[in-house]
Every structure is written in C-alpha cells, then in structure tokens.
C-alpha cells in the first residue's frame, strides 16, 4: 500500500519540466540621488529610537534585498564633455591672436553677468592700437633668443612709443597650442606698454613690472580657460604625440609647446596674488635694474643691449 500511494503522489504531481520559468524580477533603474535618498532614510530609521527593531529590520532587507535588481543611471542632464581647446593647426599670426582675443572677450560677455576685467579689456584694446601702429610685430631680425616669445623695447626719455617684437617661433607655437594660448605673450608686453605710458614701468623696477605684467596674463588665462581644462587636456595631449613622434625637428616643436604650457601653467598657479606672482618673477631671474624686458619659455634670460635703452 504505501509503494501504491507513492506511485499515485508522483504521477499525481505536477511535471516541473512543462511549468513555466518563474518571470525574471523587473529591473528597476534609480539614481545616485534617489539611492542616497533611501539610504539616509533607512540611517534616520535606525538613530529614530521611536521605530522599532522588527520594522529597522524589514526596511533593511527592503533596501538590501533591493540592491541585485537596480541598475545605477546617471541622469543625461549632468553629463558634461571636458572642455578641449579647438586648436586647428594653422600656422600662428597676429591677426589670428587678435581675432581669436576679440572673440573670447566677447564670448565672455555673452555667457558671464560681470564683465571681463576692465585690466585686460584695456590690455588687449593696447594690443590692438600696438598692431594698428605697426609697433607689434615679429622679430624677422632674429635678434631674440630661442626661449625670448617676446619682447618690449622703449626709450627711457620717453613714455609713449615703444615697440613689442615676437619671436618668429610663436608662428608654430600656434600650430600647436592654438592662438588664444600665444596670445598670453602678447598680453603679457602690451601690459609692459600700459605700464610705460603710465610711467610705472622703469628699468629700476623691473620686477614690480612683471608683476604687473604676470597678473595680466594671468587673467587672460582665466578668462579663456577658467576650468584649467583646455591647458591640461592639450598638455597632456602634445606630451603622448611626443613620446611617439619618430621626427626629431617635429618632436622639438612639441617639446617647445609642452614647456611653453607648463610655463603659462605657473602663471595660473599664482592665483593672481601679488605674494606669488613675486614669487614666479624671481624664480623666473629678474632683478631691478635690468636694460631690456623679455618674455618668454624661459623669462630669467633677461638680456642687457645697447640698442635703444629699454627695460
């Protein structure tokens, strides 16, 4: 009888290969911020001395036995690309710097409610009267060093005049760093002509003129690449190409690039502050009474000339 009666349970019961797979549990999708939300709930649940432990308990597993079943999304609307200068690589010009500063300013001013410092808006309208005069120009004589990207030349019986010479390698400096990063030279020798008209700028006092000078470059770079983004994504970007560049004259260029970067880097790291900018202008080797001002990879090569006194 009782073989019988287990032979009737199992024709009896029901033949687990023809049911039905049991439905996958639905996949719910949540945030960062609604994960969080129930967790600092459940946290607040626990320090509550009024709840009890039989309810901690079911919202616990209610929150853990949860967890295989939730996809983590970050919502689209907090995506952002890291910023990336658009360098085209074409060669360098002055036109270019000055359109690409007269684009940046502008830009500036459509995306910011304060205006941009009226230092630097005043520094680039001087660039801009420089170039109109024919006294902003590239050095064709060759008169600067290799690591000299610019220079201001004045008379010291005079306070207007005066003359800014780029070195002729910041025509491929461009190709590489884009205009808007060569134009940091450029602000950094008009403000050396503001500073002249002014009277401000003597060759007694060359470092309270670099500080001036540094500061408004400082702001260029602030103002063009206020994240800091632009600089570290193309730095690092230049540095990969030179690792693997096989043409010596080409890997040269890229190195240039690199250091000048890192240079206008320690710019940035001053935050504009006057302790620091002094600083950077006396690690970089200027000392007062210097004859002639130069801006460049490597700004402790000031240089001592005889042709017009400048500073």
Do not use: C
Request: hydrophobic share 40%; charged share 30%.
């Amino acid at each position: 009888m009782a073989l019988k009666a287990l032979a009737f349970l199992l024709l009896a019961a029901p033949v687990l290969a023809d049911q039905p797979a049991p439905a996958p549990a639905e996949r719910e999708y949540v945030d960062p911020a609604t994960l969080k939300a129930r967790a600092e709930a459940l946290r607040d649940a626990v320090a509550d001395m009024s709840v009890s432990n039989v309810s901690i308990k079911t919202r616990a597993h209610g929150f853990f036995d949860k967890l295989p079943d939730q996809q983590l999304v970050v919502p689209v609307g907090n995506y952002r690309r890291m910023d990336r200068e658009p360098v085209t690589g074409k060669v360098g010009s002055i036109q270019g710097m000055a359109d690409e500063a007269a684009l940046r300013i502008e830009r500036w001013k459509r995306t910011h409610t304060e205006p941009p410092p009226p230092a630097l808006e005043a520094t680039v309208a001087q660039a801009v009267a420089l170039q109109k005069g024919k006294s902003l120009r590239y050095d064709t004589e060759g008169s600067l060093d290799s690591n000299q990207m610019g220079i201001f030349q004045y008379m010291r019986d005079r306070l207007d005049g005066g003359m800014i010479k780029l070195n002729e390698r910041m025509k491929n400096l461009g190709i590489l760093v884009g205009d808007a990063f060569t134009y940091a030279t450029v602000t950094h020798e008009a403000q050396h002509s503001l500073d002249r008209k002014a009277g401000r700028l003597t060759p007694e006092e060359e470092i309270a003129g670099e500080i001036s000078a540094f500061r408004t470059q400082y702001l260029w770079l602030k103002l063009m690449d206020p994240s800091g983004e632009r600089m570290l994504t193309l730095h690092g970007q230049l540095k990969l190409w030179a690792l693997r560049e096989p043409d010596t004259e080409v890997r040269i260029a890229l190195n240039e690039a690199i250091v000048y970067l890192e240079h206008l880097s320690d710019v940035v790291a001053t935050n504009g502050k006057e302790d620091e900018l002094k600083k950077l202008v006396e690690k970089l080797g200027y000392k007062d009474g210097k004859h002639e001002h130069s801006d460049g990879h490597d700004h402790g090569r000031s240089r001592d000339g005889a042709s017009p006194t400048s500073a």
